[in-house]
Every structure is written in structure tokens, then in C-alpha cells.
């Protein structure tokens, strides 16, 4: 694969140059409506007849041949009104707009010279999606409020192909996250950063099949949302709930034999409408609060800082004098809070659309530690906090063309530890209250190690979508994305350790290594990303066709040893204390997906591409420092700035058929070719010391 280096500097440059001048990548947020208009009679096009979405400023007028369209339509359920001199008004209800895929409504006009009234007409919806060209699910804020689930991974889950967010037999990490078209990935880890709250969910598409070229950074699934606006009417909504865990296996589960209200206890409220401030200025809000103490539940027989037994007679582990302190009270070890906000601000001027959404969580929980049952208040805090602000101007300069400018800005920060201060005083030496075998569990003592990183990422956005012909719709874009990767790691260390005090015992001072050793670690390192895209949407009567094709870069901008068995820069080696640039890497990858409507009742769909996916960055960059224990034994591994993306080639052919009414059957049939997984490389530094790296090493056929 060719490489590219750029600078970081270089890179902001063509960020200003094409947020301002060019066109950006844009994830399908929308849908379309189209069809015909035909006199109810003669079956002849009714010329000039007006379609429009009610209570919304959308519409089109019928061409010469009855044709209509109407893009960049929000996902969701609308009513159509047709109208044309000579004729009754047509009101279709219940109209479903579903992201990236057109509706088809074809309209009979009656004439006016029939006494009819006005005509109304309840939708139905199509058990078979013409210009479906890969696998993928529809999941509607209607759906969604009848579904037993409380968070989005529930939802998820439900779906056909999906196992505890392992999509089709992909690595949980092989998903890209969308919300209202920008990512919410959060880079280190490959996981959703911010959870976006059911309530706030206006539809939310699933694509587990291939997907076109205008998704990117994945090679399993897509799940794009889109979160609903402000409307004309106020709204709002509450609702609670409290639960609890019960089971007589006292003797795995603690502690959950008896009704209580220490499980799932959740709140929410939404509120929508206008603002009042400025016209056609509306906003929606939703906020959330989430508690659960958790199933597992330790017994504090010991207190922090209590200590093992002692043997008073040597050689005689029969008989120990017991150092236990604690009152075994039952503390839970897997509590959970959580505390969220999602907030959207929209504003319509005539053929604009300016739009800005904050979503933001605080997080607290524990992590179970086995061997601290005893000592349940011995495990550390874990804290997160996710922060997105995104900024959205849409422009209708046309009703054949839309642009869109977007820009977000993901903060995603991660810390934890036992006490704040990192010198409490009641911290204990880092080995008391150890087991003497491992065989029981720790008698006092406490987890020593605090953790602090934060992933900052700028996006930047534009994306240019026309309708060049009744059969063309054409979609062009590019998307630049910096980042800022921050990891902080220490523990705590004994800094007298081996010196006993005037009685015998051992003294204990708290500190910490010196950055950059192996017991205090660090790194900030800034990569980017350059993708863009063009994408065709053809539909004709006999085939749909969705064609593209991608382009994607990426740097981690960092370096590395040039030599790699030379980590230690021993100057009796060659390049000792030399570095060499991280090579970056582009690659090209093509998107097609087909459709053949048999008939109303009956499609056949076949797609193919190539999707890649950078991997974590935390397998970039972590042990940056290229610490090696010295030692011929394995216990030691370093990041590697220079790991390929990891590709999978996917190919599908499925079958939508309508068997009996109300009910349709959806087959898939898939492969997939998995290359440059994640993998480890054991390697010998020139003084035999032994090492692992990640590289791309690993492949898979599903």
C-alpha cells in the first residue's frame, strides 16, 4: 500500500480550504418521497397537479409525465396533501419517510365534475422495500416506545444478526456510531462514547448488510440516528420506574434474596415546542437519571486498612490471630449512576435550516474485583464524562439540491481512583493485606492505580447532494476529523520499601515512579483523518442501483524506534536514540448494491464493497515510551503507530418477498473476507530480552 506523509499543520490548512471550498461527506440523515399523478379515468398524467407534506414547507409540482419528488425529507411519518384544478383533493395519511430510501406513493386523481368531497387515504406500509440494496433496519420513535428496552445497545440487540453487539460474527469494535450524521465513536476504544436517550431518538437505521460509500471507519455495521426537532406544539413527557434483583443462589449472588429498591431506579423527562423567541425557532430536551446498586455484593469483613493474618507460632499455620476490623455489613461492588442530557435548538428560514444539539452524560460506577469481597471498599471510582456539541446549517437552494455544513466537536474524558488525592493519607501500602495463597481472598488493603485520559475530536463537514435526473441522484463529499489522544497511568509505589522502623516494621512512604517508567506512563499524540466519497442512487423501473466509490487517510502523526530491537537505545547497537516518522496510509474502496423489484411483492437485492477500519488507537500508541521489562520472559508489549487499517470485503445476496398479506419474509444470504486483524508479534530486543507489538496478523471468513 502507498504511503503519505503530511504534517499536522499541513492538514488544518486543507481543513479551512475545504469546509470553505469544497464539498464534505454527509451520512444519510434523510429521506424521499416520489411518484406519479394520474387521472383516476384515463390514466393520463396530471400536469402541474401539487404535492405537498402537511405542516411542513416541503412540496413538488408534477412534471410532463405525472412524475414528482420531494428530497431531504426528516425520517418519520407524515400526511400528503395533492391537489390540482379540476380535481378533488387527495389526503394520504400515515406516510412513512425512512432514512436513505425512497417512498413510493403513486396518487389517482378523481375529476371535480364527479361529486366525491374531499378524499382521504390511510397508508399502508410496504412489507417490501423496492430500493432496499443490502441488509438493514428501520427502528421508528413509534417502534421504539412499544419496545421492552431501555437504552439504544437494547435495541440493538434485537435485531437480526446481532449478539451482544457483535454484528454477523465481527469484533465489537467493528461499528461506527452516528447521531444526526456526524460520529460518535469514541476513537481510543471503537465504542459509542455518548449515549443517546430513546426518547430522543426520532428513527434509527441499522445496516448490517454492506453500506455505501458515504459511511466510512467500519466493517460490520452502521447504526445511524437521527434525534427529533422542536415542533409547533409543546410537548413533553415523564416517566419511572424502579426494579429489583432477586435470587435464592445466595451462594454466588449475595444479598439480592429480599425486596428492596437497590436495583434500576430510572427517571425521565422531555419537553419540546417553540421557544418563543423567534419564530419558527423550536427546541427539544430530554434529561435522565439513572441508578443501580448492582447484583454483587461484597461482605466488608475487613476494613482498607486491616491486614492478613499473623501466625504467632512459626511454623505452625493451624492457629492465626485474625487483624479483621470490619462490621460485615454487605456493600455493593457493581453500582452504577448515570446523569444525561440531550438538548436540540432548530431554526427554519425559508430555504435554510440552521440546527445546534448538545448531548452530555456524567457516569460513576465500580468495576467487581473478586479479590476484594472482603474488602468491598477497597476497589477504586471509575468516572466517565461525554460532551458533543454539533453545529448544522442545511441550504434547499433548490428542490433538486441540498448542501449541508456541519461541524461537531466530541469530548469523551475517562479517570479513576480509590481517593481524589492522590497522597490520601488513608492509602496502604500497595501489599497489605494480600493473601498468603491465592487461594482466598485480600484481607484489607486496596487497589492503588489511577487512571486519567480524554479523546478530543474536531469534525468538520459539508456534503452536496442533486438530483440530476429523474433516474440520478448524486452524492459527493470529503470529512476531516483531528484528534487529541490523552492517557495518563500510575500506581502507587512504596518509596522506602525494604526499610523497617525502630520496632521491626515495615515503613511505608507513598509516591509515585518518575513519568515515563513502567509504573507511571503517559502519551498525547494528535492523528487526523481525510475520507471522501461520491455515491449515485439510480432508479429505474426494472433495477435500483447504488454505486460509489471512497476514499480514505489517515496519519497517526507520531514516531517510533527506527530499529524496533533497539527499543532501550543501547548505544552498542546501531540506531540507538534514533526515531523515524510513522508512515501514514490511504486506501480506495468501491460500493455497489443492486436491486430487481419482481414485483410489489417480491425484490432481490445483491451488493458488494471493501470497508476498512482503523484500528483503536489505544493499540497505536499505548507504552509509547517503549518500556521493556529486562527479562527473557514474556511481560512486556508496545503500540504500533504504523498498524493498517483492518479491511473486510463483504459480499450479500438477499430476498424481500411477500407471502400472505400482513406477512413477508426477509432472507440473506453473506460472506465475508476479514484481513489485517489485530494480532500479537514476539520479538527479542539485541540483548534477548523478550517484547510483544500489535500488527495486522489475523483474518477471518463469516
Known amino acids: 500500500m502507498e504511503r503519505i506523509k503530511l504534517s499536522r499543520s499541513v492538514l488544518q490548512l486543507s481543513l479551512i480550504l ?10 444519510g440523515t434523510t429521506g424521499k418521497l416520489a411518484g406519479k399523478v394520474l387521472d383516476s379515468e384515463v390514466k393520463e398524467p396530471v400536469i402541474g397537479a401539487t404535492v405537498l407534506l402537511q405542516g411542513t414547507n416541503y412540496g413538488a409540482v408534477a412534471d410532463l409525465e405525472g412524475y414528482y419528488y420531494i428530497n431531504n425529507i426528516s425520517p418519520g411519518i407524515y400526511t400528503v396533501v395533492v391537489t390540482s384544478i379540476g380535481y378533488h383533493k387527495v389526503t394520504i395519511q400515515k406516510i412513512s419517510i425512512k432514512i436513505d430510501q425512497t417512498t413510493r406513493l403513486d396518487v389517482n386523481l378523481t375529476s371535480s365534475s364527479i361529486s366525491l368531497g374531499e378524499i382521504v387515504i390511510q397508508a399502508k406500509q410496504p412489507l417490501v422495500t423496492k430500493d432496499l440494496t443490502s441488509s438493514s433496519a428501520i427502528v421508528s420513535a413509534e417502534e421504539l416506545k412499544l419496545m421492552p428496552v431501555e437504552n439504544l445497545n437494547q435495541v440493538v440487540n434485537l435485531q437480526a444478526g446481532v449478539v451482544n453487539g457483535h454484528f454477523r460474527g465481527g469484533r465489537s469494535g467493528e461499528v461506527s456510531y452516528l447521531v444526526d450524521g456526524v460520529t460518535v465513536t469514541d476513537v481510543f476504544n471503537g465504542g459509542m462514547s455518548v449515549e443517546v436517550e430513546n426518547t430522543s431518538i426520532r428513527q434509527m437505521e441499522i445496516i448490517s448488510g454492506t453500506f455505501n460509500a458515504e459511511y466510512g471507519q467500519a466493517m460490520a455495521c452502521i447504526v445511524n440516528i437521527v434525534t427529533k426537532d422542536g415542533d409547533s406544539k409543546y410537548e413533553g413527557s415523564a416517566s419511572a420506574y424502579v426494579g429489583n434483583y432477586f435470587t435464592t443462589h445466595t451462594d454466588i449472588f449475595q444479598n439480592v434474596n429480599k425486596a428492596n429498591l437497590n436495583g434500576p431506579r430510572d427517571l ?16 427539544f430536551l430530554t434529561g435522565r437519571y439513572y441508578r443501580d446498586d448492582g447484583y454483587m455484593y461484597g461482605q466488608r469483613y475487613y476494613n482498607v486498612s486491616d491486614d492478613r493474618p499473623t501466625f504467632p507460632i512459626a511454623g505452625n499455620q493451624t492457629y492465626w490471630i485474625d487483624h479483621g476490623t470490619g ?6 461492588m457493581n453500582p452504577y449512576d448515570k446523569k444525561s442530557f440531550n438538548g436540540k435548538l432548530s431554526y427554519n428560514f425559508n430555504r435554510w435550516k440552521f440546527s445546534y444539539s448538545a448531548f452530555w452524560d456524567d457516569n460513576w460506577s465500580k468495576g467487581y474485583n473478586h479479590g476484594y469481597k472482603w474488602t468491598p471498599d477497597a476497589i477504586k471510582n471509575n468516572y466517565r464524562t461525554n460532551t458533543i456539541h454539533s453545529f448544522q446549517i442545511s441550504w434547499l437552494p433548490s428542490q433538486s439540491t441540498y448542501a449541508t455544513l456541519k461541524l461537531s466537536s466530541n469530548y469523551h474524558k475517562f479517570w479513576g481512583y480509590l481517593y481524589e488525592d492522590e497522597y490520601d493519607p488513608r492509602y496502604v501500602e500497595p501489599n497489605q493485606g494480600s493473601p498468603i495463597t491465592g487461594y482466598t481472598f485480600n484481607q484489607g488493603g486496596n487497589e492503588t492505580d489511577r487512571y486519567n485520559r480524554y479523546t478530543q475530536t474536531y469534525i468538520g463537514q459539508i456534503a452536496l447532494e442533486a438530483q440530476l435526473t429523474k433516474e440520478h441522484k448524486v452524492k459527493i463529499g470529503a470529512e476531516a476529523r483531528l484528534h487529541t489522544i490523552s492517557n495518563n497511568w500510575k500506581t502507587i509505589r512504596n518509596m522506602t520499601e525494604g526499610q523497617i522502623d525502630s520496632t521491626g516494621n515495615a515503613i511505608f512512604t507513598l509516591g509515585y515512579s518518575n513519568p515515563n517508567t ?28 447504488n454505486a460509489g466509490v471512497r476514499f480514505d487517510y489517515f496519519s497517526s502523526n507520531t ?34 448494491g443492486v436491486s430487481f423489484p419482481m414485483s410489489d411483492k417480491g425484490a432481490i437485492h445483491f451488493s458488494y464493497g471493501h470497508f476498512f477500519q482503523i484500528p483503536s488507537f489505544e493499540n497505536l500508541y499505548s507504552n509509547y515510551a517503549y518500556i521493556i521489562d529486562q527479562t527473557s520472559s514474556l511481560s512486556s508489549s508496545v ?7 483492518q479491511k473486510t470485503v463483504k459480499y450479500e445476496l438477499g430476498l424481500q418477498q411477500e407471502i400472505f398479506p400482513d406477512v413477508s419474509i426477509d432472507v440473506s444470504l453473506y460472506y465475508s473476507d476479514i484481513r489485517n486483524l489485530l494480532g500479537m508479534q514476539i520479538l527479542k530486543t539485541y540483548e534477548g530480552f523478550t517484547f510483544a507489538r500489535f500488527i495486522n496478523r489475523d483474518y477471518g471468513n463469516v
Open 18 to 27: 475545504l469546509l470553505f471550498a469544497s464539498s464534505f461527506i454527509n451520512a
Open 559 to 592: 514516531d517510533l524506534p527506527a530499529d524496533i530491537r533497539n527499543p532501550l537505545n543501547n548505544p552498542n547497537f546501531a540506531n540507538a536514540f534514533l526515531k523515524k516518522d510513522a508512515e501514514s496510509e490511504y486506501q480506495i474502496s468501491p460500493r455497489l
Open 327 to 332: 462490621d460485615s455489613a454487605f456493600v455493593p
Open 268 to 283: 425521565q423527562l422531555t419537553l419540546s415546542g417553540p421557544t418563543q423567541i423567534l419564530s419558527n425557532l423550536t427546541f
Open 518 to 545: 513502567k509504573f507511571n506512563q503517559s502519551y498525547m499524540r494528535y492523528p487526523y483523518e481525510i475520507s471522501a466519497y461520491i455515491q449515485d442512487k439510480m432508479e429505474y423501473d426494472i433495477m435500483i442501483i
Open 639 to 645: 503500540g504500533n503507530p504504523e498498524l493498517k487499517s
